[in-house]
């Protein structure tokens, strides 16, 4: 019964927001519902972002090792 009163004063700071907030439970990281969904979104698109820039990244390589070999076929054809 003593935990559950300590946990019920336990103060922590929002992950989001930066407000400090009681909680009982411990694991919480946002201080209410709105904060959650907005962290979750900005998360998103972050990966969102992330994983369009590695994709790019992909693309513009395989663009490279297409033009050197196109470019390494023909000089070795015109040399016959």
Do not use: P
């Not at 698109?45 to 590695?54: P, T």
């Amino acid at each position: 019964m003593e935990e559950l009163r300590i946990s019920k004063n336990y103060k922590k700071i929002c992950e989001y927001c930066w407000k400090e907030y009681k909680t009982a439970a411990l694991k919480q990281r946002y201080c209410n519902k709105e904060c959650a969904n907005n962290a979750r979104k900005e998360e998103y698109s972050i990966i969102l972002q992330d994983n369009i820039n590695r994709v790019m990244i992909l693309r513009l390589t395989g663009m490279i090792y297409k033009k050197s070999f196109f470019i390494l076929f023909a000089a070795l054809h015109r040399n016959e």
